[in-house]
């Protein structure tokens, strides 16, 4: 089975600063990454994931996130952050094989940008 | 293109009532799946649904099923239901086959069981 840990739930942070929302996950097989985003009353949307290749992955609106194997991690990053990035971000993990079907989901970390 | 909707918006029930929430695939999946997020945490895997058969369960019980029709349309049923049950449920439609690609979320059912 896998699990994902956040391990913020909340992350407070100035307008312009950077930020990283951290995500560690656990499992005994290969697995692929994704950080989602969720605002207010909506659904979700992908942010960027990883699959193979480069450890380094770019997303929409700015993030980047960077995949580690030895440290099981995937933590999100942006190097300066907007009021509208305002939201709550959930990694998650599928596995990489013709088994995985469903995501494996982390808590959320709420994402408050402040004036 | 159309995306992934979902019906009702909110929905308002009592204990041991039934619901039946309903979701749109996006055009040309017809793959769908159900999460169930309880306030404050993350979105839980229900169950998926392909070419109208159920390929795949999470811990979830038998009260909660799900019909998926030819047109790729799918609904979510929950039986009995329990305080416990008040959640965002999101629906979700991705390729078949295909588990690493992009899974498209609806804008969810928000169920509040009074």
């Known amino acids: 089975a896998q699990s994902v840990t956040q391990l913020d739930s909340q992350v407070p942070v100035f307008e312009e600063a950077p930020v990283e929302l951290r995500c560690n996950y656990s499992?005994?097989?290969?697995?692929?990454l994704f950080w989602y985003v969720q605002y207010p009353n909506q659904g979700l949307q992908l942010l960027l994931k990883?699959?193979?290749?480069?450890?380094l992955v770019k997303g929409i609106n700015g993030f980047e996130a960077e995949f580690n194997k030895s440290q099981t991690s995937f933590h999100l990053r942006k190097p300066s952050v907007h009021i509208s990035d305002t939201a709550e971000y959930f990694c998650?993990?599928?596995?990489?094989?013709?088994?995985?079907?469903?995501?494996?989901f982390g808590p959320g970390t709420r994402l408050s940008v402040l004036p | 293109e159309t995306g992934v909707t979902q019906s009702p918006t909110h929905l308002i029930k009592t204990r041991g009532q039934q619901v039946t929430l309903r979701c749109s695939s996006q055009?040309?999946?017809?793959?769908v799946s159900w999460y169930q997020q309880a306030l404050g945490q993350g979105p839980q895997f229900i169950f998926q649904y392909y070419r109208e058969e159920e390929n795949g369960r999470g811990n979830f019980p038998p009260r909660f099923s799900g019909l998926q029709f030819p047109n790729y349309s799918s609904e979510l049923n929950v039986n009995a239901l329990e305080l416990d049950d008040s959640a965002l449920y999101l629906c979700a439609s991705s390729l078949p086959g295909r588990p690493n690609n992009e899974q498209f979320f609806g804008p969810g059912t928000r169920l509040t069981v009074l």
């Open positions: 998650a993990v599928i596995r990489a094989d013709n088994y995985g079907q469903n995501f494996v």
């Open positions: 499992s005994s097989v290969s697995v692929y």
């Open positions: 990883y699959l193979s290749g480069s450890t």
């Open positions: 055009s040309g999946h017809n793959t």
